[in-house]
């Protein structure tokens, strides 16, 4: 079978799913009615992810500036992270999904923190799909949380600060077993990166969409994915390297 990147697909994927209040007001219905509509576009890109290969797909589910909102929205969000927990973690675990929280969790009531360390310990062993949910997240608090995650190695000497590098630095950010995301994408129209995955989209290819999270479908998911396919990627390189290591490589594949 061919890998994801013969075939031109992300491995990893991550989104910020943004839209769901105006998708509610459009509708002239309470915001949460769109948080709840939602999770059907969650379930519908982590299938889809599935089908097409995609090997880990990270959400932006509630960053550590969304306990600014409303009480009563965040209160509906943090049951809705429950019920989801409770009805979705069965039918991921039977697709094979591992599924991890990343974010500072404890701040979340101890109910639903019970709920995420029983989820990730029934898919711990699953393969075919790492979907992470960033909640509680930011990405400078990931990086702040790195950097006293190093300074704590370095005051018990398990590591030299003339040691630290970037990849040093990435082996203590959240997901350092993982891949970087190849496809950052947005939904709800904002072209802004919110404080997401910050050190680890470094060389994400952007993808903006005004589509409201509710309505990003398996269809407007996979016109997502078909443009990074056009995508040249370059990494600092010029587009003829890019085009002559491509041709070395399937030569060597034969």
Do not use: C
């Amino acid at each position: 079978m061919a890998s994801a990147a013969e075939r031109r697909m992300p491995s990893h994927v991550a989104i910020i799913m943004d839209g769901n209040g105006r998708w509610a007001k459009q509708r002239g219905l309470p915001r949460t009615a769109g948080h709840r509509e939602g999770v059907k576009s969650v379930r519908a890109v982590v299938e889809e992810s599935v089908r097409r290969g995609v090997e880990t797909l990270t959400l932006f589910a509630f960053s550590s500036e969304n306990w600014q909102r409303p009480r009563t929205e965040v209160n509906i969000l943090m049951e809705l992270f429950v019920s989801a927990l409770r009805n979705e973690v069965k039918r991921l675990h039977e697709n094979q999904v591992r599924l991890r929280i990343i974010g500072e969790r404890s701040a979340f009531p101890e109910k639903l923190q019970h709920r995420i360390a029983e989820a990730e310990a029934l898919t711990a062993d699953n393969n075919r799909l790492n979907l992470q949910v960033a909640a509680n997240y930011g990405g400078r608090w990931d990086i702040v949380q790195a950097a006293r995650r190093m300074l704590a190695d370095v005051q018990a000497g398990r590591l030299q600060p003339e040691a630290i590098d970037e990849q040093v630095f990435a082996e203590h950010l959240s997901f350092p077993d993982l891949p970087e995301p190849d496809l950052f994408i947005r939904t709800g129209g904002e072209q802004r990166l919110s404080n997401f995955v910050l050190w680890q989209s470094a060389y994400a290819e952007l993808y903006f969409t005004d589509t409201l999270w509710p309505a990003f479908n398996e269809s407007a998911y996979g016109l997502a994915l078909d443009d990074y396919a056009r995508r040249q990627r370059r990494f600092g390189r010029t587009g003829e390297q890019v085009e002559t290591l491509a041709a070395v490589s399937a030569y060597a594949r034969g």
